[in-house]
């Protein structure tokens, strides 16, 4: 089983498109998270989600929403998309304080 | 806010070669410590990591760490890389006791030759 799973794997689509990526984690964790890794490999913390709160990094557009049914999932919503959103978007988890992430494979976004 | 150097951008080594990679943040109090790998194509892994006790940590695939803190470094080392660990490398830190969030360095990428 999959500990960190996402879907889809990749994405292709238009200038101004909404768009959602889906996360799951079997692994029993209170928190997770949505990182964005661009072409050069830079990771940067979007947002973070555990049960009594969301962490949101300033610098996110607020067409980027995170949306947790449970505490097993955290998805990603993008709306009005841009060129400029094209990268990976990696999900995440762990154990709140201890800082060890479990990733998911990943989700390549193209915007043409 | 916390942040996190990696100083080596760009690595290549021939195999056999010894590898050290430097990492070093900015926050004065108690952290964790992690490396990550990310093979090309891949998700990132865990390699090692360092919450307290003796400041050497072993990973897997023969990777160690050392952790100083009177330098705030938190080098990755291995005696002698294989092609098979050409990837990126990232050193993360998190404040178990502050800003919980892992904050990552720009990473270094490591290319070996066969």
């Known amino acids: 089983d999959t500990a960190v799973s996402q879907t889809p794997k990749y994405l292709v689509t238009q200038m101004g498109n909404d768009k959602s990526i889906k996360c799951e984690q079997n692994l029993g964790h209170d928190t997770m998270y949505w990182y964005k890794q661009d072409s050069k490999k830079f990771l940067k913390i979007m947002f973070s989600?555990?049960?009594?709160?969301?962490?949101i990094n300033e610098t996110v557009p607020n067409r980027f929403s995170p949306k947790s049914p449970d505490k097993a999932h955290l998805n990603l919503h993008i709306n009005s998309l841009e060129l400029g959103d094209s990268a990976v978007y990696f999900c995440a988890s762990s154990q709140v304080y201890t800082g060890e992430l479990f990733f998911g494979e990943g989700s390549r976004l193209t915007v043409l | 806010a916390q942040s996190v150097s990696q100083h080596n951008h760009h690595v290549i080594l021939s195999e056999a070669a010894s590898l050290e990679l430097g990492c070093n943040y900015s926050y004065g109090g108690t952290v964790n410590l992690f490396w990550y790998v990310q093979y090309p194509g891949q998700h990132l892994q865990l390699l090692l990591k360092y919450f307290s006790g003796d400041p050497l940590v072993k990973g897997i695939k023969g990777f160690e760490a050392e952790f100083i803190k009177s330098k705030f470094s938190f080098n990755l080392r291995k005696p002698s890389v294989q092609w098979s660990d050409t990837a990126e490398y990232f050193c993360a830190v998190n404040e178990p006791g502050g800003s919980y969030i892992p904050t990552f360095g720009r990473g270094t990428s490591l290319i070996v030759h066969p």
């Open positions: 989600y555990n049960n009594k709160e969301l962490i």
